[in-house]
């Protein structure tokens, strides 16, 4: 993949998290534990990627999640719930 070809990424989270991002930043699952914040993962999705370790790197938690496109799998099985999203592009 080249850098160039990625117009845009994008971050979906909870407004109420908007202050916490503006003071520590966008983090990976393993750091935003260690902070308050209100997750919007979907533990059973989540129990799966505890698992995953990216080969000559560390754990998938390790990482932000970032989508390609805004209208994704995740953004689509979490749409019936009643949150309020806001996505960062």
């Known amino acids: 993949m ?10 979906i989270t909870l407004i109420a998290n908007l202050l916490s991002i503006t003071q520590l ?4 699952n393993k750091c935003a534990s ?5 997750s919007v993962a979907m533990e059973e999705i989540q129990d799966k990627r505890r698992q ?6 560390g754990h998938l938690h390790d990482y932000v999640n970032l989508y390609f496109d805004a209208h994704n799998p995740m953004l689509s099985k979490s749409g019936t719930r009643t949150a309020r999203y806001v996505f960062y592009e």
Do not use: N
């Open 25 to 28: 930043g966008i983090l990976s």
């Open 52 to 57: 995953k370790k990216i080969p000559g790197a």
């Open 2 to 11: 080249i850098r160039s070809d990625i117009p845009e990424l994008h971050y």
């Open 34 to 38: 260690k902070v308050g914040h209100v």
